[in-house]
């Protein structure tokens, strides 16, 4: 019974997906909310659900405002399950999430990043909800075609999918782009690096990238930039453990490439410095002419000065000459699932079906993984804070790249 | 034991003259040891509870393999086989020892030297210096880490923003991005803030000095300088000895600081140990090897304390009570 409830919960959440458009996804919410409505319980249910959003963002993050507009709407309309939410930032959840888990109290409903999974399994902690997938072709078939690759493990799913965006979108203001020359953003990377030259020569930064945490270099850029050097199936070949490595010949020259970059001067000088809020405001500012960000960036550009915001257009990064991958790819896909707790044990129930929402830009754009979003945490880690190194030139592609495979090494030999 | 028949140098009022192998009196001065014991028993039991049981949970975790959740395996002293070829470990030992030898020089050094002048004739409203330059101490240290790492930053900091004014533009850096200088960055912070502890602390200890001391040394014909060197370093020399103690050990464990001003970086420029092992737990979840780097950083700063500690104990077995 409480699995039921959970489960339909579970797909409530599952409809919202981060959009710019906010109507869309009430929309959804409300389609949803009134079949799930015809699964009433009577019994009063009580959840406990942790996640790494928090209501004091609704309204300027769009996943925000759709995902409590559910939550509230499901709330309303089943009064006999209630749902105790509590929300932290990302830091702070990924230290609480795994403490609770060491503590052996975990909620009954966690987010859940794809990086985490592998270790989650292993540990019991998410349970196997393949067989309610299966059992609801339309309601599996619903979402985005490999959606659950993040979050299976051999052969079993382990969460829902909540939000689909993409990591890798170039923001940039063709104003200041035009004045040096270029009416469009540049699709081969030959041009990227001579307009990275002008730009120079001119006294602007091209790229502002705040790397303090140090995951934008990772999930924004190397995700998508490391896709068009090595390829689709090299980074597949990484996560399903098929003999592909780091330090293969594409991933370092993908890592040369990043700090050849870097080295012509393209990024702020204080890239390791600022955070990934403070390089909005030198975007903002016109201190820089483009940014490379997420889907996310597009609900913080509703408060930029209005001169940036009618001047930005979005772009994909530019193919690399010699690469293997496809140019219109861009790291994307579910990063984030919605996960059961292995406490809730219950029998199973048949629940209303969903859909997802396609955002214009994905339809002709094919995903490609994001790094932090299916790789190891602990390479990612060794990955970021290298990356951190790299693009100061202190460290150069081949050192990099034997730290990383260091670290799987002995995330492979556990 | 013997714990009720102790030496008196002055007699009191309240005691009756001591005479050889007669036992004091039980009162409210001299309580029975077994009061004794019964008074300290709830700060053992929280001190035993808070401290001793989780070092030694550690030790044991130290020899397992543990990612949080049901699976753990023992794997004896893989830990610390690997813990000691691990690099960034030794690099933010590196940093610690950096870290604890300018906090040396910085904070104790300075407020020696600050306590120094606040005991001359010359300085007026000394409870107001030692209130302000008490005063950080009390702040929280993630709060001086976020300001400062305003103060340092590239186009809006507090440092720069005067270069510019001042027309020296062209020594603006990117202070926090350098990692040749960033240890040097990130201790100027420390520093600041715990200046006045030790200030209060050597304050303390000066003014059990007697003033008849300075007056014959003055005769003599001794300057400041030598006053300070000679008279009034060797008279606190027990003190500084704790003062040394407690900033050691106080910069090993230094976390709050460097987690909120660089998270360790750029790369592991500024990691340290402390927030080496809080990045193996909550993000590598690698708890056996994380419990193995905690005992690792516990028999460090021992040793450390131990090695500082040899040419006090000179200096203790004179002063013997």
Redesign the interface.
């Known amino acids: 019974m409480v699995l039921a409830v959970v489960l339909s919960v579970t797909f409530l959440f599952a409809a919202c997906t981060s959009n710019p458009v906010t109507e869309t996804s009430q929309t959804a919410t409300s389609s949803i909310s009134s079949q799930a409505s015809s699964s009433q319980v009577s019994t009063p249910v009580e959840l406990t659900m942790l996640g790494h959003q928090s209501r004091s963002v609704i309204g300027e993050s769009a996943f925000a405002t759709g995902f409590f507009a559910a939550l509230d709407k499901f709330t309303a309309d089943n009064p006999n399950i209630k749902v105790t939410y509590e929300g932290l930032d990302q830091t702070a959840y990924q230290t609480k999430i795994t403490a609770l888990g060491a503590a052996d109290d975990m909620p009954d409903l966690f987010m859940l990043k794809g990086s985490w999974v592998s270790n989650f399994v292993d540990n019991g902690w998410a349970i196997d909800v393949t067989a309610d997938l299966d059992a609801d072709a339309t309601w599996k078939d619903a979402y985005i075609k490999g959606g659950f690759d993040s979050v299976t493990r051999d052969g079993k799913i382990y969460g829902i999918p909540q939000e689909s965006m993409t990591t890798s979108l170039v923001y940039y203001n063709s104003k200041m782009w035009a004045d040096i020359g270029y009416s469009e953003f540049p699709t081969k990377w030959s041009d990227l690096q001579e307009a990275a030259k002008k730009f120079k020569a001119k006294g602007t930064t091209a790229f502002v990238m705040g790397n303090k945490a140090n995951w934008p270099a990772e999930s924004c850029w190397l995700s998508t930039l490391g896709d068009r050097v090595t390829g689709t199936d090299w980074t597949n070949s990484i996560i399903n453990k098929k003999g592909a490595k780091f330090t293969d010949p594409d991933f370092v020259s993908a890592l040369k490439t990043f700090q050849d970059f870097a080295k012509l001067g393209a990024f702020n000088v204080n890239i390791n410095s600022i955070d990934d809020t403070e390089q909005k405001t030198v975007y903002f500012k016109k201190d820089a002419a483009a940014i490379v960000n997420g889907t996310w960036f597009i609900s913080d550009m509703s408060s930029a000065p209005a001169d940036v915001k009618a001047d930005t257009k979005i772009a994909l990064l530019p193919s690399v000459e010699g690469g293997k991958g496809d140019a219109k790819a861009a790291s994307g896909g579910p990063a984030w699932f919605l996960s059961l707790s292995s406490k809730v044990t219950d029998d199973k129930h048949k629940v209303p079906a969903l859909y997802n929402q396609y955002k214009e830009l994905m339809q002709s754009v094919a995903a490609t993984p994001i790094y932090d979003a299916s790789m190891e945490s602990a390479v990612i880690e060794a990955m970021n804070v290298g990356l951190q190194e790299l693009l100061i030139n202190k460290k150069t592609p081949e050192q990099l790249a034997a730290e990383i495979q260091k670290e799987q090494d002995i995330v492979d030999a556990k | 034991m013997g714990c009720g028949y102790r030496h008196t140098y002055t007699r009191t009022p309240f005691l009756p003259l001591k005479r050889e192998g007669v036992k004091l009196k039980k009162s409210a001065l001299h309580p029975k040891s077994g009061t004794i014991l019964a008074y300290m028993l709830p700060t053992f039991l929280i001190y035993t509870f808070v401290v001793i049981v989780p070092i030694i949970s550690a030790i044991r975790l130290s020899f397992y393999?543990w990612?949080?959740?049901?699976?753990i395996t023992y794997i004896g002293l893989n830990n610390y086989v690997a813990l000691l070829k691990d690099n960034v470990f030794w690099q933010s030992f590196r940093n610690n020892i950096t870290i604890t030898v300018l906090c040396f020089i910085g904070q104790i050094g300075l407020a020696f030297i600050l306590a120094s002048f606040l005991q001359t004739r010359m300085i007026k409203w000394k409870s107001f210096h030692r209130i302000v330059a008490y005063f950080p101490a009390t702040i929280s240290a993630v709060v001086v880490g976020f300001v400062w790492?305003f103060v340092?930053?590239?186009?809006y900091g507090l440092i720069n923003t005067v270069l510019g004014i001042l027309n020296l533009s062209k020594w603006a850096k990117?202070?926090?991005?350098n990692?040749d200088s960033i240890m040097y960055a990130v201790s100027i912070h420390i520093i600041w803030q715990y200046i006045g502890f030790y200030m209060v602390i050597i304050l303390a200890a000066m003014a059990s000095i007697e003033k008849s001391i300075y007056e014959m040394a003055e005769i003599d014909g001794a300057s400041g300088f030598q006053k300070a060197i000679s008279i009034t370093l060797p008279m606190i020399k027990n003190t500084l000895a704790v003062t040394v103690m407690l900033c050691i050990s106080g910069n090993m464990k230094i976390f709050d600081h460097i987690y909120t001003m660089?998270?360790?970086?750029?790369?592991?420029?500024s990691m340290v140990m402390a927030l080496d092992v809080y990045?193996t737990?909550?993000?590598?979840?690698?708890?056996g090897y994380a419990s193995a780097m905690s005992v690792g950083i516990l028999v460090l700063s021992m040793l450390l304390i131990f090695i500082t500690r040899i040419p006090t104990m000179s200096w203790r077995k004179e002063s013997d009570d």
Do not use: E, V
């Open positions: 393999n990612s949080g959740g049901k699976k790492s340092y930053n590239y186009d990117p202070w926090l991005d990692p660089t998270g360790g970086g750029p790369g592991n420029s990045k737990t909550f993000i590598k979840s690698q708890y």
